[in-house]
T-cell receptor, first 114, second 113 residues
Framework: ETGVTQSPTHLIKTRGQQVTLRCSSQ?????VSWYQQALGQGPQFIFQ???????GRGNFPPRFSGLQFPNYSSELNVNALELDDSALYLC?????????????FGPGTRLTVT | TQLLEQSPQFLSIQEGENLTVYCNSS?????LQWYRQEPGEGPVLLVT?????EVKKLKRLTFQFGDARKDSSLHITAAQPGDTGLYLC?????????????FGKGTHLIIQP
């Protein structure tokens, strides 16, 4: 069974640029969620994708957007990067329905905005 | 806004000691998960508790969900250096995963040999 994978591992961008992060879900999982974890904090929910549509969103501005593909993999796009966007971005996959809260995380992408 | 507060924030103890960490909220959660996260890695799911008053054991780890489903505790017996890590509690709302999990800030645990 393949776990959740994310790429790239690390990324350095300049303020104002755009970034795309990628995630492959654990085999058998068709729901993907993205979280932002700032240093010293717990992860914060950005949004969730199911059947290629966003079906839940946290308190993040529209410049955070995503996609889910037919193979359940997903992308997180962030436009107009700000210094505060520096964080570990975590992707998590899960089954839909009553156990969708049991989320399995990838290793994350460390984004640094300078 | 649902918030989860974890205590203590930091804990450093000797191998063989027992410890308890707490996760408290003023909100009711439909379920609560505990995760462990090591540096440079994503959180790893340890357990899910769903029913008020539920107790689950995972080897030397005992997890309890409060009767009112607002709080939880994690007790480790005879801690070992391999237990070192960041322990995170996370609550799910009535919408399940679609609402996302609400995480606490975590308890940094160091077990010294």
């Amino acid at each position: 069974e393949t776990g959740v994978t994310q790429s790239p591992t690390h990324l350095i961008k300049t303020r104002g640029q755009q970034v795309t992060l990628r995630c492959s879900s654990q085999s058998g999982h068709n729901t993907v969620s993205w979280y932002q974890q700032a240093l010293g904090q717990g992860p914060q929910f950005i949004f969730q994708y199911y059947r290629e549509e966003e079906n839940g969103r946290g308190n993040f501005p529209p410049r955070f957007s995503g996609l889910q593909f037919p193979n359940y993999s997903s992308e997180l796009n962030v436009n107009a990067l700000e210094l505060d966007d520096s964080a570990l971005y975590l992707c998590a996959s899960s089954f839909p329905g009553e156990h969708s809260y049991e989320q399995y995380f990838g290793p994350g992408t460390r984004l640094t905005v300078t | 806004t649902q918030l989860l507060e974890q205590s203590p924030q930091f804990l450093s103890i000797q191998e063989g000691e027992n410890l308890t960490v707490y996760c408290n909220s003023s909100s009711v959660f439909s379920s609560l998960q505990w995760y462990r996260q090591e540096p440079g890695e994503g959180p790893v799911l340890l357990v899910t508790v769903v029913t008020g008053g539920e107790v689950k054991k995972l080897k030397r780890l005992t997890f309890q969900f409060g009767d009112a489903r607002k709080d939880s505790s994690l007790h480790i017996t005879a801690a070992q250096p391999g237990d070192t890590g960041l322990y995170l509690c996370a609550g799910a709302g009535s919408g399940g995963g679609a609402d996302g999990l609400t995480f606490g800030k975590g308890t940094h645990l160091i077990i010294q040999p």
